[in-house]
Protein backbone atom coordinates (compact mmCIF):
# COMPACT_ATOMS: atom_id res chain seq x y z
CA UNK A 1 0.00 0.00 0.00
CA UNK A 2 2.58 2.19 -0.61
CA UNK A 3 1.43 5.64 -1.54
CA UNK A 4 3.46 8.71 -2.94
CA UNK A 5 5.10 10.46 0.34
CA UNK A 6 3.90 14.16 -0.08
CA UNK A 7 6.65 16.54 -0.67
CA UNK A 8 6.67 19.12 2.79
CA UNK A 9 10.34 21.12 2.27
CA UNK A 10 10.18 24.14 0.66
CA UNK A 11 9.56 24.56 -2.25
CA UNK A 12 11.94 27.44 -3.53
CA UNK A 13 15.11 28.41 -1.18
CA UNK A 14 13.84 30.92 1.39
CA UNK A 15 16.77 33.35 2.05
CA UNK A 16 14.65 35.78 3.72
CA UNK A 17 14.19 33.19 6.19
CA UNK A 18 17.95 32.60 6.67
CA UNK A 19 18.71 36.56 6.93
CA UNK A 20 15.75 36.60 9.68
CA UNK A 21 17.37 34.12 11.69
CA UNK A 22 20.77 35.28 11.83
CA UNK A 23 19.68 38.84 12.89
CA UNK A 24 17.84 37.43 15.72
CA UNK A 25 21.18 34.99 16.26
CA UNK A 26 23.10 38.29 16.76
CA UNK A 27 20.77 39.82 18.89
CA UNK A 28 20.97 37.31 21.19
CA UNK A 29 24.76 37.10 20.92
CA UNK A 30 25.22 41.11 21.55
CA UNK A 31 25.00 39.84 25.54
CA UNK A 32 27.72 37.58 24.55
CA UNK A 33 29.49 40.55 23.60
CA UNK A 34 28.61 42.55 26.47
CA UNK A 35 29.87 40.15 29.04
CA UNK A 36 33.50 39.79 26.98
CA UNK A 37 33.31 43.91 26.31
CA UNK A 38 32.87 43.89 30.53
CA UNK A 39 35.65 41.67 30.85
CA UNK A 40 38.08 43.19 28.60
CA UNK A 41 37.39 46.60 29.96
CA UNK A 42 37.78 45.16 33.24
CA UNK A 43 41.45 43.07 32.83
CA UNK A 44 43.30 45.22 30.33
CA UNK A 45 43.80 48.09 32.87
CA UNK A 46 43.86 45.94 35.69
CA UNK A 47 46.93 43.76 33.74
CA UNK A 48 48.55 46.65 33.15
CA UNK A 49 47.98 48.05 37.31
CA UNK A 50 49.07 44.89 38.91
CA UNK A 51 52.34 45.67 36.53
CA UNK A 52 53.00 48.66 38.78
CA UNK A 53 51.66 47.82 42.30
CA UNK A 54 52.40 44.33 43.13
CA UNK A 55 48.90 41.58 43.27
CA UNK A 56 50.04 40.73 46.84
CA UNK A 57 50.52 44.03 47.93
CA UNK A 58 47.09 45.10 46.65
CA UNK A 59 44.93 42.24 48.20
CA UNK A 60 46.73 42.45 51.39
CA UNK A 61 47.74 46.23 52.26
CA UNK A 62 45.87 47.93 55.07
CA UNK A 63 46.46 51.61 53.60
CA UNK A 64 44.21 52.96 50.87
CA UNK A 65 44.78 56.15 49.20
CA UNK A 66 45.39 55.83 45.69
CA UNK A 67 45.00 59.23 44.70
CA UNK A 68 47.29 60.40 47.60
CA UNK A 69 50.92 61.26 47.09
CA UNK A 70 52.40 59.26 48.12
CA UNK A 71 49.78 56.87 46.72
CA UNK A 72 49.10 53.84 48.70
CA UNK A 73 47.64 50.87 47.41
CA UNK A 74 46.04 48.23 49.99
CA UNK A 75 42.71 47.33 48.92
CA UNK A 76 41.21 45.94 52.21
CA UNK A 77 39.73 48.92 53.46
CA UNK A 78 37.24 49.16 51.20
CA UNK A 79 36.78 45.39 50.68
CA UNK A 80 35.95 45.44 54.75
CA UNK A 81 33.63 48.76 54.03
CA UNK A 82 31.97 46.81 51.45
CA UNK A 83 31.60 43.42 53.54
CA UNK A 84 30.24 45.01 56.99
CA UNK A 85 28.12 47.51 54.93
CA UNK A 86 26.63 44.21 53.58
CA UNK A 87 26.60 42.09 56.91
CA UNK A 88 24.71 44.86 58.28
CA UNK A 89 22.08 45.02 55.52
CA UNK A 90 21.63 40.86 56.21
CA UNK A 91 21.14 41.16 59.62
CA UNK A 92 18.06 43.16 59.30
CA UNK A 93 17.37 41.51 55.69
CA UNK A 94 17.27 38.20 56.72
CA UNK A 95 14.86 38.10 59.49
CA UNK A 96 12.18 40.34 57.66
CA UNK A 97 12.90 38.86 54.51
CA UNK A 98 12.59 35.61 55.27
CA UNK A 99 9.59 36.36 57.66
CA UNK A 100 7.78 37.86 54.98
CA UNK A 101 8.24 34.83 53.20
CA UNK A 102 7.16 32.34 55.38
CA UNK A 103 3.87 34.54 56.30
CA UNK A 104 3.37 34.84 52.49
CA UNK A 105 3.67 31.27 51.50
CA UNK A 106 2.14 29.91 54.52
CA UNK A 107 -0.20 32.19 56.57
CA UNK A 108 -1.67 34.51 53.86
CA UNK A 109 -5.13 33.90 52.31
CA UNK A 110 -4.58 34.53 48.35
CA UNK A 111 -6.35 37.74 48.93
CA UNK A 112 -3.81 39.09 51.29
CA UNK A 113 -0.98 37.74 49.13
CA UNK A 114 -2.37 39.18 45.49
CA UNK A 115 -2.20 42.57 47.81
CA UNK A 116 1.20 42.73 49.76
CA UNK A 117 3.22 40.97 47.03
CA UNK A 118 2.93 43.87 44.92
CA UNK A 119 3.98 46.35 47.53
CA UNK A 120 6.65 44.21 48.15
CA UNK A 121 7.63 44.74 44.64
CA UNK A 122 7.16 48.69 44.46
CA UNK A 123 10.13 48.18 47.65
CA UNK A 124 12.52 46.35 44.75
CA UNK A 125 11.45 49.22 42.19
CA UNK A 126 12.77 52.39 44.64
CA UNK A 127 15.34 53.81 42.98
CA UNK A 128 18.33 53.61 45.41
CA UNK A 129 19.23 57.56 45.13
CA UNK A 130 16.08 57.20 46.99
CA UNK A 131 16.99 55.00 49.33
CA UNK A 132 20.38 56.61 49.92
CA UNK A 133 18.28 60.05 50.77
CA UNK A 134 16.39 58.40 52.96
CA UNK A 135 19.16 56.47 55.08
CA UNK A 136 20.54 60.17 55.16
CA UNK A 137 17.66 62.43 56.00
CA UNK A 138 15.65 59.56 58.04
CA UNK A 139 17.68 56.46 59.52
CA UNK A 140 20.53 57.84 60.53
CA UNK A 141 18.56 60.73 62.66
CA UNK A 142 16.45 57.32 63.79
CA UNK A 143 19.69 55.29 64.91
CA UNK A 144 21.13 58.45 67.01
CA UNK A 145 17.93 58.95 68.71
CA UNK A 146 17.99 55.77 69.96
CA UNK A 147 20.95 54.68 70.15
CA UNK A 148 22.01 53.13 73.75
CA UNK A 149 24.67 55.11 75.30
CA UNK A 150 26.46 51.87 76.58
CA UNK A 151 27.06 50.52 73.22
CA UNK A 152 29.71 53.21 72.83
CA UNK A 153 29.56 56.69 70.69
CA UNK A 154 26.75 57.18 68.68
CA UNK A 155 26.25 57.11 64.77
CA UNK A 156 28.07 60.23 62.91
CA UNK A 157 26.04 61.79 59.94
CA UNK A 158 27.42 58.70 57.89
CA UNK A 159 27.85 55.86 58.92
CA UNK A 160 27.93 51.79 58.22
CA UNK A 161 24.65 51.45 60.66
CA UNK A 162 22.70 53.34 58.36
CA UNK A 163 23.91 52.63 54.65
CA UNK A 164 23.67 48.92 55.71
CA UNK A 165 19.80 49.93 57.25
CA UNK A 166 19.15 50.72 53.69
CA UNK A 167 20.82 48.24 51.92
CA UNK A 168 18.27 45.80 53.99
CA UNK A 169 15.46 47.43 52.83
CA UNK A 170 16.35 47.26 49.34
CA UNK A 171 17.23 43.33 48.95
CA UNK A 172 14.29 42.42 51.68
CA UNK A 173 11.96 41.59 48.62
CA UNK A 174 14.47 40.11 46.68
CA UNK A 175 14.62 37.52 49.93
CA UNK A 176 11.33 37.58 49.76
CA UNK A 177 9.94 36.76 46.75
CA UNK A 178 13.07 34.41 45.64
CA UNK A 179 12.13 32.17 49.52
CA UNK A 180 8.70 32.25 48.51
CA UNK A 181 8.88 31.07 45.30
CA UNK A 182 11.03 28.11 46.49
CA UNK A 183 8.67 27.68 49.62
CA UNK A 184 5.65 27.28 46.69
CA UNK A 185 7.57 24.79 44.70
CA UNK A 186 7.38 22.53 48.11
CA UNK A 187 4.59 19.85 46.94
CA UNK A 188 1.46 20.38 49.11
CA UNK A 189 1.04 17.12 49.70
CA UNK A 190 4.46 17.09 51.98
CA UNK A 191 2.51 20.06 53.78
CA UNK A 192 -0.85 18.29 53.69
CA UNK A 193 0.70 15.01 55.30
CA UNK A 194 1.85 17.00 58.26
CA UNK A 195 -1.36 18.69 58.52
CA UNK A 196 -3.25 15.85 58.59
CA UNK A 197 -0.98 14.33 61.75
CA UNK A 198 -1.77 17.34 63.74
CA UNK A 199 0.60 19.91 63.31
CA UNK A 200 0.38 23.53 63.41
CA UNK A 201 1.30 25.89 60.76
CA UNK A 202 3.78 27.12 62.49
CA UNK A 203 5.26 22.91 62.95
CA UNK A 204 5.00 23.18 59.00
CA UNK A 205 6.61 25.92 58.02
CA UNK A 206 9.53 25.17 60.23
CA UNK A 207 9.81 21.07 60.46
CA UNK A 208 8.77 20.50 56.93
CA UNK A 209 8.08 23.49 54.68
CA UNK A 210 11.69 25.32 55.36
CA UNK A 211 14.22 22.15 54.81
CA UNK A 212 12.38 21.13 51.81
CA UNK A 213 13.00 24.99 50.32
CA UNK A 214 16.18 25.25 51.83
CA UNK A 215 18.75 25.50 49.01
CA UNK A 216 16.21 27.96 47.01
CA UNK A 217 15.80 29.74 50.21
CA UNK A 218 20.21 30.20 50.53
CA UNK A 219 20.01 31.20 46.79
CA UNK A 220 17.92 34.07 47.96
CA UNK A 221 20.42 35.31 50.21
CA UNK A 222 23.37 34.63 48.43
CA UNK A 223 21.86 36.79 45.49
CA UNK A 224 21.18 39.61 47.76
CA UNK A 225 24.73 39.57 49.29
CA UNK A 226 25.06 39.99 45.33
CA UNK A 227 23.20 42.81 45.41
CA UNK A 228 24.11 44.37 47.87
CA UNK A 229 28.12 44.28 47.58
CA UNK A 230 27.22 46.32 44.16
CA UNK A 231 25.10 48.83 45.40
CA UNK A 232 26.53 52.42 45.10
CA UNK A 233 24.30 55.13 45.70
CA UNK A 234 23.47 54.03 49.03
CA UNK A 235 26.85 53.78 50.15
CA UNK A 236 27.86 56.76 48.85
CA UNK A 237 25.69 58.82 50.35
CA UNK A 238 24.87 57.59 53.57
CA UNK A 239 28.46 55.62 54.04
CA UNK A 240 30.67 58.64 53.77
CA UNK A 241 33.48 58.46 52.00
CA UNK A 242 36.69 57.69 54.03
CA UNK A 243 38.57 54.80 53.65
CA UNK A 244 39.13 53.59 57.41
CA UNK A 245 39.67 49.90 58.07
CA UNK A 246 37.16 49.13 60.98
CA UNK A 247 34.59 46.62 61.97
CA UNK A 248 32.51 49.03 63.34
CA UNK A 249 29.03 49.88 62.64
CA UNK A 250 28.97 53.51 63.98
CA UNK A 251 31.84 54.53 61.51
CA UNK A 252 32.03 56.12 58.52
CA UNK A 253 33.61 53.98 55.88
CA UNK A 254 34.36 54.33 51.87
CA UNK A 255 33.00 50.97 49.95
CA UNK A 256 34.27 49.62 46.64
CA UNK A 257 31.68 51.42 44.71
CA UNK A 258 31.32 54.17 46.25
CA UNK A 259 35.60 54.32 45.49
CA UNK A 260 34.87 53.81 41.55
CA UNK A 261 31.95 56.46 41.91
CA UNK A 262 33.84 59.67 43.59
CA UNK A 263 37.01 58.77 41.46
CA UNK A 264 35.80 57.21 37.87
CA UNK A 265 34.33 60.54 36.51
CA UNK A 266 34.42 61.31 33.64
CA UNK A 267 37.60 63.77 33.28
CA UNK A 268 39.44 60.79 34.73
CA UNK A 269 42.21 60.03 32.57
CA UNK A 270 42.80 57.45 30.54
CA UNK A 271 45.96 55.36 31.26
CA UNK A 272 47.01 57.02 34.31
CA UNK A 273 47.43 55.07 37.82
CA UNK A 274 44.36 56.48 39.48
CA UNK A 275 42.28 55.12 35.60
CA UNK A 276 43.89 51.42 36.42
CA UNK A 277 43.33 51.53 40.09
CA UNK A 278 39.37 52.00 39.73
CA UNK A 279 39.54 48.84 37.32
CA UNK A 280 41.08 46.90 39.71
CA UNK A 281 38.85 47.73 42.76
CA UNK A 282 36.17 47.24 40.03
CA UNK A 283 37.32 43.41 38.85
CA UNK A 284 37.57 42.54 42.58
CA UNK A 285 34.08 43.81 42.86
CA UNK A 286 32.94 41.82 39.67
CA UNK A 287 34.88 38.26 40.12
CA UNK A 288 33.40 38.66 44.08
CA UNK A 289 29.41 39.44 42.49
CA UNK A 290 30.05 36.80 39.75
CA UNK A 291 31.26 34.01 42.14
CA UNK A 292 27.69 35.06 44.50
CA UNK A 293 25.33 34.33 41.58
CA UNK A 294 27.20 31.61 40.07
CA UNK A 295 26.82 29.65 43.61
CA UNK A 296 23.25 31.03 43.94
CA UNK A 297 22.21 29.69 40.07
CA UNK A 298 23.42 26.16 40.91
CA UNK A 299 21.58 26.07 44.39
CA UNK A 300 18.33 26.87 42.65
CA UNK A 301 18.64 24.77 39.98
CA UNK A 302 18.68 22.17 42.54
CA UNK A 303 15.48 22.69 44.39
CA UNK A 304 13.81 23.08 40.68
CA UNK A 305 15.21 19.74 40.06
CA UNK A 306 13.75 18.39 43.15
CA UNK A 307 10.44 19.07 42.91
CA UNK A 308 9.70 20.30 39.17
CA UNK B 1 -11.84 24.87 54.70
CA UNK B 2 -14.71 25.48 52.37
CA UNK B 3 -12.96 25.49 49.47
CA UNK B 4 -13.88 21.80 48.53
CA UNK B 5 -17.89 20.87 48.18
CA UNK B 6 -18.64 17.21 47.98
CA UNK B 7 -21.03 16.65 45.09
CA UNK B 8 -22.46 13.17 45.38
CA UNK B 9 -23.83 11.54 48.85
CA UNK B 10 -20.76 9.16 49.33
CA UNK B 11 -18.24 11.93 48.59
CA UNK B 12 -20.26 13.62 50.94
CA UNK B 13 -20.15 11.35 53.75
CA UNK B 14 -16.13 10.76 53.21
CA UNK B 15 -15.65 14.07 53.19
CA UNK B 16 -17.62 14.62 56.40
CA UNK B 17 -15.58 11.89 58.26
CA UNK B 18 -12.31 12.89 57.03
CA UNK B 19 -12.97 16.81 58.24
CA UNK B 20 -13.96 14.64 61.80
CA UNK B 21 -10.76 13.05 62.07
CA UNK B 22 -8.84 15.77 61.17
CA UNK B 23 -11.20 18.50 63.92
CA UNK B 24 -9.73 15.73 65.92
CA UNK B 25 -6.61 15.85 65.30
CA UNK B 26 -6.79 19.59 65.46
CA UNK B 27 -8.08 19.80 68.97
CA UNK B 28 -5.46 17.46 70.51
CA UNK B 29 -2.48 19.66 69.07
CA UNK B 30 -0.50 19.92 72.25
CA UNK B 31 -1.65 23.54 74.21
CA UNK B 32 2.03 24.78 74.12
CA UNK B 33 2.51 23.56 70.51
CA UNK B 34 -0.79 26.02 69.67
CA UNK B 35 0.82 28.96 71.69
CA UNK B 36 3.84 28.90 69.57
CA UNK B 37 2.03 28.99 66.82
CA UNK B 38 0.46 32.15 67.21
CA UNK B 39 3.76 33.64 68.82
CA UNK B 40 5.54 32.15 65.32
CA UNK B 41 2.58 34.15 63.13
CA UNK B 42 2.54 37.25 64.98
CA UNK B 43 6.63 37.45 64.70
CA UNK B 44 5.99 36.87 60.84
CA UNK B 45 3.45 39.57 60.83
CA UNK B 46 5.43 41.85 62.32
CA UNK B 47 8.13 41.23 59.50
CA UNK B 48 5.87 41.97 57.21
CA UNK B 49 4.62 44.92 58.75
CA UNK B 50 8.50 46.43 58.97
CA UNK B 51 9.07 45.92 55.50
CA UNK B 52 5.89 47.78 54.52
CA UNK B 53 6.66 50.45 57.29
CA UNK B 54 10.20 51.00 55.60
CA UNK B 55 8.26 51.66 52.10
CA UNK B 56 5.88 53.96 53.84
CA UNK B 57 8.21 56.06 55.96
CA UNK B 58 10.21 56.57 52.63
CA UNK B 59 7.60 57.65 50.62
CA UNK B 60 6.19 59.70 53.77
CA UNK B 61 9.45 61.13 54.76
CA UNK B 62 10.16 62.33 51.22
CA UNK B 63 6.67 64.07 51.31
CA UNK B 64 6.95 65.92 54.05
CA UNK B 65 10.72 66.94 53.22
CA UNK B 66 9.53 68.59 49.93
CA UNK B 67 6.15 69.19 50.09
CA UNK B 68 7.10 72.94 50.37
CA UNK B 69 8.94 72.84 46.69
CA UNK B 70 6.64 70.28 44.84
CA UNK B 71 4.67 72.89 42.61
CA UNK B 72 5.25 73.49 39.14
CA UNK B 73 8.05 75.84 39.24
CA UNK B 74 10.10 72.50 40.08
CA UNK B 75 9.01 71.02 36.34
CA UNK B 76 9.67 74.14 34.84
CA UNK B 77 12.52 75.51 36.33
CA UNK B 78 16.16 75.04 35.15
CA UNK B 79 19.13 73.41 37.35
CA UNK B 80 21.11 76.64 39.14
CA UNK B 81 23.17 76.92 41.83
CA UNK B 82 20.58 78.83 43.68
CA UNK B 83 18.38 76.33 45.69
CA UNK B 84 14.98 78.47 45.17
CA UNK B 85 15.51 79.08 41.64
CA UNK B 86 16.45 75.74 40.95
CA UNK B 87 14.11 72.95 38.93
CA UNK B 88 13.94 69.40 37.38
CA UNK B 89 13.73 70.72 33.90
CA UNK B 90 17.10 69.94 32.23
CA UNK B 91 17.28 66.76 34.47
CA UNK B 92 13.48 65.64 32.96
CA UNK B 93 14.33 66.34 29.33
CA UNK B 94 17.53 64.30 29.90
CA UNK B 95 15.90 61.67 31.24
CA UNK B 96 12.99 61.67 28.03
CA UNK B 97 15.86 62.06 25.79
CA UNK B 98 18.06 58.62 27.39
CA UNK B 99 14.88 56.72 27.62
CA UNK B 100 13.37 57.28 24.23
CA UNK B 101 16.87 56.05 23.00
CA UNK B 102 16.85 53.13 25.40
CA UNK B 103 13.47 52.08 23.97
CA UNK B 104 14.86 52.12 20.57
CA UNK B 105 17.58 49.86 21.70
CA UNK B 106 16.12 47.46 23.67
CA UNK B 107 12.87 46.39 21.98
CA UNK B 108 14.23 45.05 19.05
CA UNK B 109 17.42 43.78 20.34
CA UNK B 110 15.95 42.34 23.18
CA UNK B 111 12.49 40.93 21.58
CA UNK B 112 14.67 39.19 18.38
CA UNK B 113 17.50 37.65 21.27
CA UNK B 114 14.12 36.27 23.17
CA UNK B 115 12.54 34.91 19.90
CA UNK B 116 15.97 33.84 18.82
CA UNK B 117 16.03 31.78 22.39
CA UNK B 118 12.48 30.37 22.46
CA UNK B 119 12.09 29.86 18.90
CA UNK B 120 14.62 28.84 16.89
CA UNK B 121 17.55 27.85 19.07
CA UNK B 122 16.90 24.17 20.52
CA UNK B 123 17.36 23.80 24.29
CA UNK B 124 20.56 21.77 24.26
CA UNK B 125 22.12 24.40 21.42
CA UNK B 126 25.30 25.51 22.72
CA UNK B 127 24.82 28.88 21.47
CA UNK B 128 21.22 28.66 23.65
CA UNK B 129 22.86 27.47 26.63
CA UNK B 130 25.74 30.21 26.52
CA UNK B 131 23.65 33.12 26.12
CA UNK B 132 21.17 31.86 28.75
CA UNK B 133 24.26 31.13 31.12
CA UNK B 134 25.59 35.12 30.17
CA UNK B 135 22.19 36.74 30.67
CA UNK B 136 22.05 35.21 34.32
CA UNK B 137 24.93 36.42 35.24
CA UNK B 138 24.58 39.97 33.44
CA UNK B 139 21.45 40.86 35.40
CA UNK B 140 23.64 40.57 38.47
CA UNK B 141 26.79 42.61 37.28
CA UNK B 142 26.76 45.93 39.26
CA UNK B 143 24.89 49.10 37.75
CA UNK B 144 28.58 50.95 38.14
CA UNK B 145 30.43 48.10 36.23
CA UNK B 146 28.46 48.82 33.37
CA UNK B 147 29.15 52.91 33.52
CA UNK B 148 32.85 51.63 33.56
CA UNK B 149 31.86 49.87 30.12
CA UNK B 150 30.38 52.79 29.24
CA UNK B 151 33.31 54.89 30.45
CA UNK B 152 36.11 52.75 28.46
CA UNK B 153 34.19 51.80 25.33
CA UNK B 154 31.59 53.90 24.55
CA UNK B 155 32.12 57.31 25.83
CA UNK B 156 36.40 56.70 24.62
CA UNK B 157 37.51 54.82 22.28
CA UNK B 158 36.17 52.47 19.71
CA UNK B 159 33.23 54.11 20.32
CA UNK B 160 34.09 57.53 21.28
CA UNK B 161 30.90 58.97 21.61
CA UNK B 162 31.74 61.35 24.51
CA UNK B 163 30.15 62.19 27.59
CA UNK B 164 26.44 62.39 25.54
CA UNK B 165 22.86 61.89 26.36
CA UNK B 166 23.52 58.81 23.31
CA UNK B 167 26.45 57.22 25.52
CA UNK B 168 23.88 57.27 28.76
CA UNK B 169 21.39 55.33 26.40
CA UNK B 170 23.57 52.48 24.97
CA UNK B 171 24.87 51.93 28.65
CA UNK B 172 21.95 51.71 30.21
CA UNK B 173 20.28 49.89 27.35
CA UNK B 174 23.07 47.31 27.84
CA UNK B 175 22.21 47.17 31.76
CA UNK B 176 18.73 46.25 31.43
CA UNK B 177 18.35 44.15 28.44
CA UNK B 178 18.80 40.98 30.39
CA UNK B 179 15.46 42.08 31.58
CA UNK B 180 13.64 42.67 28.37
CA UNK B 181 14.94 39.24 27.48
CA UNK B 182 13.75 36.91 30.41
CA UNK B 183 10.44 38.29 30.57
CA UNK B 184 9.83 38.41 26.73
CA UNK B 185 10.76 35.12 26.62
CA UNK B 186 8.23 33.89 29.25
CA UNK B 187 6.04 35.85 27.47
CA UNK B 188 7.03 33.81 24.02
CA UNK B 189 6.85 30.84 26.48
CA UNK B 190 3.36 31.29 27.31
CA UNK B 191 2.09 30.70 23.96
CA UNK B 192 0.63 27.37 23.28
CA UNK B 193 2.87 24.98 20.69
CA UNK B 194 -0.45 24.65 19.31
CA UNK B 195 -0.63 27.40 17.54
CA UNK B 196 2.94 27.24 15.66
CA UNK B 197 2.06 23.94 14.48
CA UNK B 198 -1.76 25.07 13.29
CA UNK B 199 0.67 27.97 11.26
CA UNK B 200 3.25 25.76 10.08
CA UNK B 201 0.64 23.18 8.80
CA UNK B 202 -0.85 25.47 6.69
CA UNK B 203 2.39 25.85 4.87
CA UNK B 204 3.50 29.48 7.01
CA UNK B 205 7.00 29.89 7.15
CA UNK B 206 8.73 29.75 10.26
CA UNK B 207 8.89 33.66 10.68
CA UNK B 208 5.47 34.28 9.27
CA UNK B 209 4.46 31.86 11.90
CA UNK B 210 6.16 33.93 14.72
CA UNK B 211 5.30 37.72 13.01
CA UNK B 212 1.64 36.60 12.25
CA UNK B 213 0.61 34.18 15.13
CA UNK B 214 3.02 34.12 18.04
CA UNK B 215 3.96 37.59 18.27
CA UNK B 216 1.22 39.37 18.44
CA UNK B 217 -0.14 37.22 20.88
CA UNK B 218 2.75 37.79 23.31
CA UNK B 219 2.74 41.63 22.85
CA UNK B 220 1.20 41.89 26.27
CA UNK B 221 4.27 40.28 28.11
CA UNK B 222 7.04 41.87 26.58
CA UNK B 223 5.30 45.37 26.87
CA UNK B 224 4.94 44.56 30.46
CA UNK B 225 8.81 43.11 30.11
CA UNK B 226 10.05 46.51 28.24
CA UNK B 227 8.32 48.50 31.13
CA UNK B 228 10.11 47.34 33.76
CA UNK B 229 13.31 47.51 32.15
CA UNK B 230 12.29 51.31 31.63
CA UNK B 231 11.72 51.93 34.71
CA UNK B 232 14.57 50.27 36.32
CA UNK B 233 16.57 52.53 33.89
CA UNK B 234 14.99 55.87 34.93
CA UNK B 235 15.71 54.91 38.42
CA UNK B 236 19.83 54.01 37.80
CA UNK B 237 22.15 56.47 39.19
CA UNK B 238 25.56 54.75 39.47
CA UNK B 239 26.03 54.08 35.87
CA UNK B 240 25.97 57.45 34.95
CA UNK B 241 28.32 58.80 37.18
CA UNK B 242 31.66 57.71 35.10
CA UNK B 243 29.94 59.30 31.87
CA UNK B 244 30.44 62.54 33.07
CA UNK B 245 27.20 63.43 33.65
CA UNK B 246 27.39 64.47 37.15
CA UNK B 247 28.90 67.52 36.40
CA UNK B 248 26.80 70.60 36.64
CA UNK B 249 24.85 71.03 33.17
CA UNK B 250 23.30 74.36 32.43
CA UNK B 251 21.50 73.97 29.19
CA UNK B 252 18.36 71.20 28.70
CA UNK B 253 19.46 68.44 26.38
CA UNK B 254 18.39 68.45 23.09
CA UNK B 255 19.13 65.68 21.01
CA UNK B 256 21.61 62.15 21.30
CA UNK B 257 24.82 63.88 20.73
CA UNK B 258 24.08 66.72 23.67
CA UNK B 259 25.31 66.79 27.03
CA UNK B 260 23.37 65.76 29.41
CA UNK B 261 21.73 65.31 32.93
CA UNK B 262 18.96 62.68 34.51
CA UNK B 263 15.94 62.53 37.11
CA UNK B 264 18.68 60.70 39.64
CA UNK B 265 21.46 62.42 39.20
CA UNK B 266 20.10 65.80 39.61
CA UNK B 267 18.57 64.61 42.52
CA UNK B 268 22.21 62.68 43.89
CA UNK B 269 23.45 66.09 43.02
CA UNK B 270 21.31 67.73 45.32
CA UNK B 271 21.78 65.60 48.06
CA UNK B 272 25.34 66.29 47.90
CA UNK B 273 25.02 70.16 48.71
CA UNK B 274 25.02 70.89 52.39
CA UNK B 275 22.45 73.46 52.69
CA UNK B 276 19.47 72.11 53.43
CA UNK B 277 17.41 73.76 51.12
CA UNK B 278 18.61 71.58 48.48
CA UNK B 279 17.56 68.89 50.64
CA UNK B 280 14.06 69.77 50.55
CA UNK B 281 14.46 69.89 46.47
CA UNK B 282 15.72 66.52 46.49
CA UNK B 283 12.96 65.20 48.76
CA UNK B 284 10.39 66.90 46.41
CA UNK B 285 12.87 65.36 43.27
CA UNK B 286 12.26 61.74 45.43
CA UNK B 287 8.58 62.21 44.77
CA UNK B 288 8.82 63.18 41.34
CA UNK B 289 10.40 60.41 40.54
CA UNK B 290 8.84 57.72 42.31
CA UNK B 291 5.25 58.97 41.09
CA UNK B 292 6.59 58.37 37.73
CA UNK B 293 7.65 55.05 38.12
CA UNK B 294 4.58 54.33 40.10
CA UNK B 295 2.87 55.36 37.10
CA UNK B 296 4.52 52.95 34.79
CA UNK B 297 4.27 50.44 36.62
CA UNK B 298 0.54 50.41 37.32
CA UNK B 299 0.53 50.61 33.78
CA UNK B 300 2.44 47.66 33.18
CA UNK B 301 0.31 45.73 35.78
CA UNK B 302 -3.32 47.21 34.13
CA UNK B 303 -1.69 45.77 30.64
CA UNK B 304 -0.69 42.36 31.91
CA UNK B 305 -4.80 41.81 33.71
CA UNK B 306 -6.03 43.74 30.76
CA UNK B 307 -4.73 41.47 28.06
CA UNK B 308 -3.36 38.40 29.39
CA UNK B 309 -4.38 35.53 27.34
CA UNK B 310 -5.87 32.38 28.95
CA UNK B 311 -5.24 29.57 26.32
Known sequence: ?308 | MAGYEPKTARARIATTAARGVVAERLSQQPRMDVIRNTIFGSVLLLAVAIALAGLALLIGDALIDGWSRLNLDLITNGPSAFPEKAGLRAALIGTLWIIGLVILIIVPVGVGAAIFLEEYASRESRLARIVELNVQNLAAVPSIIYGLLGLAFIARSPLNLGFVVLAASITLALLVLPIVILVSREALRAVPPSIREGSLALGATQWQTIRKQVLPAAIPGIATGVILAVSRAIGETAPLIPLGAATFVTFDPSGPFSGFTALPLQIFDWVKQPQDEFRTLAAAGVIVMLLVLIAMNSFAIWLRNRYEQRW
Open chain 1, 1 to 308: MATAKPRLEATSPRYGERVIYWLLAACAALSVVTTTAIVIALIVPSIEFFGEVPIFDFLTGTDWGPTFTPATFGVLPIVVGTLSVTFWALVFAIPIGLGSAIYLSEYASRRVRRIIKPILEILAGIPTVALGFFALVFVTPLIQDVWPGFLGPEPGIFSVAAAGLAIGLMIVPIIASVSEDAMSAVPAGLREGAYALGATKAKVATKVVFPAALSGIVASIILAVSRALGETLIVLIAAGNTPNLTFSPVESVQAMTAFIATTATGDIGTGTITYKTVFAVALVLFVMTLLMNLLSMRLVRRYREVYE
